[in-house]
């Protein structure tokens, strides 16, 4: 569903002039934060030197100093074994990658008024964490008679637990 420019709701005039700035300049306009915010838009592309430049303006000992800043933080890694013509790409098992994406959309929340990061946290959840965190049974402390399959539960009478017995 698209929404209509009338629908957006409007920016404040001091928030103005962050827009167009890296997270919307929570860390100033850097080289290194236009880098990461490229890099975080489209995290499965392989990244050239170049390209950074062109997409940044920046100049070539600039954008090589914060590719090789953030190879040193495992954000991204040299996957060339050319020197001369390096292509970088993200490590997508880095929890920084997640970080940064939950905080572009966070941005984007406080500016237009939507939920991207709690769609994106959901998500991440549902595929990494659920399984982690959510038991697969729960216990209660039930006083009356259980049956599976026919078989009926026996108290232990010391420990207050109840045992099953279910064949396969």
Known sequence: MFVSAKELPELP????????KPYGGLFGNTVLAQV????IADPTM???PGYLEEMTGKRPPSIRAALKTL???GLIENISSDIQHPVYRVVARSKKLVA????AYAVIDDRDGTDCMDMA????YNRYLRERVEPLAV???YTGEWTIRGKSSERDA???HVTFGAGA
């Open 71 to 73: 190879v040193r933080l």
């Open 121 to 124: 946290v959901l998500d991440y």
């Open 36 to 39: 990461v915010e490229e890099i």
């Open 46 to 48: 392989d990244y050239r």
């Open 100 to 103: 940064l994406s939950l905080l």
């Open 13 to 20: 005039e001091e928030l103005e002039e962050y827009l167009n």
């Open 158 to 160: 010391d420990s207050g």
């Open 139 to 141: 216990a209660t402390n």
